[in-house]
């Protein structure tokens, strides 16, 4: 409508006999004629004066025009601080116009060139954040952008992963919180590959084999959900965090080069540490000492003799864990177990638990040291290490005085 009214004055202009037309053509090349100023920002005003009789007429019909041309000359935006309450979902990439159009589909925003505006004249509006958000209907624009940039109004459907949690046990506390059957990660999970693991992550150096477990790749953490977010969605979700993790701290290019071992070797050490430590600062020194059981000849034989390993099984099998002073002599020695470190070499088939980022980060870069074992010697959880079997005598008489290990072993 604005180009035919441009279009309809030319045409009055040429009626004149041209001697306006040079003034015309100066206006759309932005400069005015004779040198004079203003002259554009006059017939500006005429034009819109004009647009009113031509659009509307009188009485109602004037009101809608000059309302529809006002607009173009200026922003349409509310008055006030809005009323009610709307939901706007704020996606992943969206800009400032896709902001924009989703404020003005849910009625916040009189227009989206508005919010636009408002978040081009506030450099904060760079750091509006993914999710779901409450605001109200009617609102200024700004009012809108600053609402957004509140972190109360966030509405936050989120789930925290706690550090060490096994899989099972995951699948079970986002069937809680999102009512989805357990039974639909489990199926989801059978194909780690589908869920975006690379199929890299699986091989390893050390000769074993086993199944292709999720374990270990879904990092702890806390996800906000999406609506309606499905079993495989979700567990895609853990699994892009945990190679976002990995990928920022180069884990697999650090431990091919400086470990010598696939990142599947070490994504199974980071587990065990994350299983075998009550406190972070102890990961790393546990990584050492699982390191030099498998992969040195500084202990009798390259077997890790750990309780976790035995505890994850019986938990897989549906079975409660049990304290190391309770576990029988034939449920350490297990032949039927895959996950025995009892008597047999080497790393457990898969990991035991997920672990977080002091674990990897720990099993990415152990200190040096000789230790060849480590135990809790009170129930503060403080570990103890040592190289000999003096060392382990010693640490054993530290758990017995301090009431962490009773019975024979203490006589």
Same mark, same amino acid.
């Given at each position: ?18 001697? +306006? ?7 759309? /090349? ?6 004079? !100023? ?93 999710? =779901?958000? *409450? ?18 109004? =966030? ?41 975006? &693991? ?79 430590? &009550?406190?972070? &600062?102890?990961?790393? *020194? ?11 000849? =500084?202990? +009798? ?13 019986? =938990? ?13 002599? !034939?449920?350490? /020695? ?7 470190? +009892? ?62 290990? !009773? ?5």
């Amino acid at each position: 409508m604005i180009d035919d009214l441009d279009l309809g004055f030319d045409e009055q202009e040429r009626g004149e006999k041209g001697r +306006h037309r040079r003034g015309f053509v100066n206006r759309r /090349n932005g400069t005015s004629g004779g040198g004079k !100023s203003g002259g554009g920002h006059l017939k500006t005003i005429f034009a819109l004066f004009m647009a009113l009789v031509l659009l509307g007429g009188i009485g109602g019909g004037a009101f809608y025009g000059f309302d529809r041309i006002r607009n173009h000359f200026i922003t349409p935006d509310f008055d006030g601080p809005g009323t009610g309450e709307a939901l706007v979902d704020v996606k992943q990439g969206d800009s400032a116009t896709a902001i924009g159009n989703s404020l003005y589909d849910a009625g916040v925003v009189k227009s989206t060139k508005a919010f636009v505006e408002a978040a081009d004249e506030n450099a904060r509006s760079k750091n509006i954040q993914v999710g =779901r958000y *409450k605001v109200k209907k009617e609102m200024r624009a700004t009012d809108a952008l600053a609402l957004l940039l509140d972190p109360k109004s =966030r509405v936050v459907n989120g789930i925290t992963i706690p550090e060490g949690m096994i899989t099972l046990a995951i699948y079970d506390l986002l069937a809680k919180e999102t009512k989805i059957p357990v039974a639909e990660f489990k199926a989801a999970a059978k194909d780690p590959v589908k869920l975006g &693991v690379p199929e890299f992550w699986f091989n390893r150096k050390d000769g074993k084999k086993g199944p292709r477990s999720l374990e270990g790749f879904l990092y702890p953490a806390t996800y906000e959900l999406p609506p309606k977010a499905t079993a495989p969605q979700i567990l895609s979700m853990m699994v892009d965090k945990f190679l976002d993790v990995t990928g920022e701290m180069k884990f697999v290019d650090t431990v091919q080069a400086d470990r010598g071992i696939s990142p599947y070797e070490a994504l199974i050490t980071a587990s065990i540490a994350q299983a075998e430590s &009550v406190n972070h &600062v102890d990961m790393p *020194k546990v990584a050492r000492v699982i390191y030099n059981r498998v992969y040195t000849d =500084r202990y +009798h034989c390259k077997c890790l003799e750990i309780d976790s390993a035995i505890n994850y099984w019986l =938990r897989l099998q549906g079975k409660n864990p049990k304290d190391s002073d309770i576990l029988k002599q !034939s449920e350490l /020695n297990d032949p039927k177990n895959p996950y025995r470190t +009892h008597g047999a070499d080497g790393l457990t088939i898969t990991p035991i638990s997920n672990p977080g980022e002091d674990a990897l980060k720990g099993a990415m870069s152990p200190p040096n040291g000789t230790w060849v074992y480590f135990m809790t010697v009170d129930k503060k959880g403080t570990m103890g290490y040592g190289t000999t079997d003096a060392d382990f005598r010693d640490l054993q008489r530290q758990m017995c005085t301090n009431g962490v290990l !009773s019975g024979e072993n203490c006589r």
